[in-house]
């Protein structure tokens, strides 16, 4: 398998470099460097937009766990459409706020809007995560899976450098645009790459009959690895939390399901993929991708798809009791493609190394050129000419590829323990986006006290404070996920507690003016029509029971549902576990009511002819001293003007 | 037919590219599959894939509002006379392929000329379709009127000669 992997691998990353070059030579201007001028096209996108969702939920990762918990973590991909309802919902109208405040990013347009500086902060924090520990800890297993898929030709240090570079010469010469382009490619590959591997998986070493077994004797699997693998275990167990106590048949409950949803939130509320989507074009390819490529293509594929694939992973890691590594059931499984096929396993290795290089290139990709935007230009060299972006950018580029590949040789523990709450951060600022794209009176007070009270609840609930503080103070009563509810659940649900209350109570303070001039323009100049107050009601009561059955505290019902219907009192003959079927069923419900948001009200749809620019006036920007005309806690004023004063 | 700036034809261009990457690596990985494990479901695997890309390749067009360009024609026609090269070789030296896969690989052979000829006629009419390939005419035309037919040979776009 190795010299088939090693030629598919090094012709495709020779054709990624190739469209590098072509978007270059397509657009000298300096100006589309940073941010393809504004002007991406749509496709780009939506095949990308896909990607990055699959991606980041991670091939390798859900395989992995699929493995380990069955249909319990299967229903983790019925939750990402919690991530397409919000993708549509803020999407478009953060497109239209960029253009309206002339802002160039999601810490600038929240920072502008809300007239905080600490907002913008936060951004580039969450976006550091992004950049750092998970590109570290995603291009660590790239490193590892492709050293012992080659049999140890090349060490993990050498294939770590050696992508790192490769990556390096491909965004630095194709810049934002042949950057996006060469992941929306990835991600078509991946696609096409999941058809055949899990195709060939279904005909040939009949992956869904081994699956099928095990669904069929899952107690005795039960008995080995203590995980329900055809079931929910659960609303939810009152445990101490993972570390702290055992949880029963596994952890993945109905609220651990839900609230995991939450934290992929996250995904699309990130400052990179709010990049991605301000710098497009226009509006074409918005509710496309939300609906169709993720809601649907993405989903299916990872609900349906998927388990097919990972069956031999799930049975490799029986036979050895449940005692493999990640790695030791992918080898098992990749081992069980190599009897069959030497092309076919080189091209089930190389969708894994896709899917892992697309999210390290995409990280490093929109952290540099936000680096760039939001802390060179602004605040370290207000000068900067176009050329000169561009050389910041791939400077900025050279270093971060470098930390991370420098990370991910020698420290790559620690990005995990880093990275285990970089969605959950990055969710913390969705009712920060909501309050920007619909609720005109959610407050600046109440936005940064819940971000604030929202991000100390995420920590604390993984391992990053969880450790730190038992290593400086005493043991924390309870441990990861407590009561089994992902840390994105407990943070948002501090979050938009105190955001909605303190709001309440703020939200007439000096700055609304502000905040409702751009509602105005919104609501004047691009209404989104649902088609009456009844029919915003009916969606958002369907939403909301659509939640509550499908990856709420109701999907529990999906565990008999189908095998014991209620109605008939025996034993139903469908071929497949009724918790498998009750996810097809949800998604399928959740992917219609999608459309009926994005298309039907409007949120993700329409067509922007002209754009009615605003000035605000609590803009960092200008002539004043970006210091003075806003109420900064005083250290960041002190660590600001440190760079400010240089100039 | 729209006049493209540098960057709209290298978007349509990434985006052509992007799609045959994907499509033609995995047809290919298809058709080893096929012909290795004598197995004809791989096989119209492959094929079907085929199709998918030159049917994805033609809503690209539609969207971009052009047709193929002369380039990709060349080499489209020039993989497709190689395949069926290739399977007539084949046939010559002996390979021994089960009824099954034969009659897969025979009948995808054709069905993509069919398509090819469909979507041509569909596009540019029957008597415009035949004209693409009528070099008689060129050099009749040729001798007529000295620059109608050079100017049609050159065009950079083969369903824009309507």
Excluded at chain 1, 239 to 259: E, F, H, N, Y
Excluded at chain 1, 318 to 342: C, H, N
Excluded at chain 1, 402 to 425: D, H, K, M, Q, R
Excluded at chain 2, 74 to 103: D, K, P, Q, T
Aim: net charge neutral.
């Amino acid at each position: 398998m190795t010299s088939a992997l090693m030629f598919f691998y090094c012709l495709y990353q020779a054709l990624m470099i190739y469209l590098a070059i072509s978007a270059a030579r397509s657009t000298q201007d300096a100006g589309h460097y940073i941010n393809g001028n504004r002007d991406m096209p749509a496709w780009a996108f939506m095949f990308a937009g896909a990607g990055i969702m699959a991606g980041s939920v991670g091939i390798y990762d859900s395989m992995t766990m699929f493995a380990r918990f069955g249909l319990q973590y299967n229903h983790v991909m019925v939750s990402i459409l919690c991530a397409g309802f919000i993708a549509v919902l803020m999407m478009k109208r953060l497109w239209l706020a960029a253009r309206i405040m002339s802002a160039r990013t999601l810490g600038d347009i929240l920072a502008v809007y809300y007239g905080s500086l600490t907002i913008r902060l936060l951004s580039l924090v969450v976006l550091l995560f992004f950049v750092f520990p998970l590109s570290a800890i995603t291009l660590a297993k790239l490193g590892a899976v492709f050293s012992v898929m080659t049999d140890g030709m090349f060490s993990q240090q050498v294939v770590v450098w050696s992508v790192a570079f490769f990556l390096f010469l491909a965004i630095a010469i194709g810049g934002w645009r042949g950057g996006i382009m060469i992941a929306a490619s990835n991600a078509l590959m991946m696609l096409l790459l999941l058809l055949l591997v899990s195709g060939v998986s279904y005909l040939s070493f009949d992956g869904y009959g081994n699956l099928k077994q095990m669904f069929d004797t899952s107690d005795s699997i039960r008995s080995l690895t203590g995980v329900s693998i055809d079931t929910l275990p659960g609303v939810v167990q009152f445990t101490r939390g993972i570390g702290k106590s055992l949880v029963m048949d596994g952890v993945w409950t109905s609220l651990a399901v839900a609230s995991f949803g939450l934290a992929l939130i996250g995904i699309v509320a990130q400052p990179g993929f709010c990049y991605l989507a301000i710098n497009q074009r226009n509006l074409r390819g918005f509710a496309f991708q939300q609906v169709w490529l993720t809601g649907g293509v993405t989903i299916a594929c990872l609900l349906i798809l998927l388990p097919i694939v990972s069956g031999g992973m799930m049975s490799a890691n029986l036979i050895a009791s449940g005692q493999l590594t990640d790695l030791g059931m992918f080898m098992a499984l990749a081992e069980k493609f190599l009897r069959f096929d030497a092309m076919v396993a080189a091209a089930f290795v190389l969708l894994v190394l896709i899917s892992l290089q697309l999210v390290v290139m995409f990280s490093v990709l929109s952290g540099a050129n936000i680096f760039v935007d939001e802390i060179i230009q602004r605040y370290v060299l207000p000068d900067l000419t176009e050329r000169g972006r561009r050389l910041g950018a791939r400077v900025t580029l050279a270093v971060v590829l470098f930390l991370v590949a420098l990370w991910a040789n020698i420290g790559p523990e620690y990005a995990y323990v880093l990275n285990s709450v970089t969605f959950s951060l990055s969710a913390q600022f969705v009712p920060a986006i909501i309050g920007l794209c619909w609720i005109p009176w959610i407050a600046r007070p109440g936005v940064l006290a819940g971000l604030v009270l929202g991000i100390i609840m995420v920590i604390f609930t993984e391992p990053l404070g969880i450790i730190l503080f038992e290593q400086m103070f005493i043991d924390l009563p309870w441990g990861r996920w407590p009561w089994t509810i992902h840390s994105a659940g407990w943070g948002l649900f501090f979050n938009v507690l105190t955001c909605l209350i303190i709001s309440g109570f703020r939200h007439r303070d000096s700055d609304h003016e502000n905040r409702h001039r751009l509602h105005d323009v919104f609501r004047s100049e691009y209404p989104a029509d649902a088609g009456g107050r009844r029919v915003v009601t009916a969606i958002w009561s369907l939403t909301f029971i659509w939640m509550f059955f499908a990856i709420g505290p109701g999907a529990v019902i999906g565990n008999d549902f189908f095998v014991y219907p209620i109605f008939t009192g025996e034993r139903s003959l469908i071929d497949i576990p009724s918790i498998w079927a009750w996810q097809m069923l949800g998604w399928l419900i959740g992917v219609l009511l999608l459309w009926w948001v994005a298309y039907g009200a409007k949120t993700a749809v329409g067509d922007i002819r002209q754009i009615h620019k605003l000035t605000f006036d609590n803009t960092f920007d200008g002539s004043g001293n970006p210091m003075q005309n806003q109420d900064a806690p005083s250290w960041i004023v002190r660590f600001l003007n440190r760079f400010v004063a240089r100039k | 037919m729209q006049t493209m700036t540098d960057q709209e034809r290298q978007e349509r261009h990434g985006l052509i590219l992007s799609l045959w990457i994907g499509f033609a690596s995995i047809a290919v990985i298809l058709f080893h599959l096929g012909l290795s494990k004598d197995n004809w479901i791989f096989s119209s695997a492959g094929f079907g894939l085929f199709l998918a890309g030159f049917i994805a390749h033609i809503i690209v067009n539609a969207v971009a509002g052009t047709g193929f360009q002369t380039r990709e024609a060349i080499l489209g026609l020039f993989v497709f006379a190689l395949g069926i090269l290739a399977f007539l070789i084949s046939v010559v030296i002996g390979v021994e392929y089960s009824s099954e896969n034969f009659l897969t690989l025979s009948s995808g052979l054709v069905l993509i000329l069919v398509t090819i000829i469909f979507y041509m006629i569909t596009r540019n009419g029957l008597r415009d379709a035949f004209d693409q390939f009528n070099i008689i005419k060129s050099f009749n035309a040729t001798k007529a009127d000295g620059s109608a037919s050079i100017k049609d040979d050159k065009s950079n776009d083969i369903g824009s000669q309507e």
